[in-house]
């Protein structure tokens, strides 16, 4: 089995996350703060650089207003990202 940090189903997942705390209008210093982590534990699993496990997924989905069943079921769907809009 190829390890998963660098795959494309593993990008997209987390591209999941991060439409989700974009489309929240989230920054990662907040989000970090209300997850009581360093923003560069945010920036880490954004930039595929660090592994989610599946608790840190539901505890991050939840710290955006997201249900982490939905985040997951549109990615085994295989639902594309959709690119947040520009503000402005």
Do not use: C, N, W
């Not at 189903?9 to 996350?17: C, E, F």
């Not at 954004?46 to 496990?53: I, S, T």
């Not at 608790?55 to 594309?80: H, Q, S, T, V, Y």
């Amino acid at each position: 089995m190829q390890k998963t940090l660098k795959s494309a189903d593993y990008a997209r997942l987390i591209g999941l996350l991060v439409a989700a705390r974009e489309k929240a209008g989230i920054r990662q210093h907040t989000l970090a703060e209300s997850l009581d982590v360093p923003q560069s534990f945010i920036a880490k699993y954004e930039g595929g650089d660090r592994r989610l496990d599946v608790i840190e997924f539901i505890a991050i989905a939840k710290a955006l207003g997201a249900d982490p069943l939905k985040l997951l079921r549109d990615f085994l769907a295989g639902k594309p990202l959709t690119p947040p809009r520009k503000r402005g």
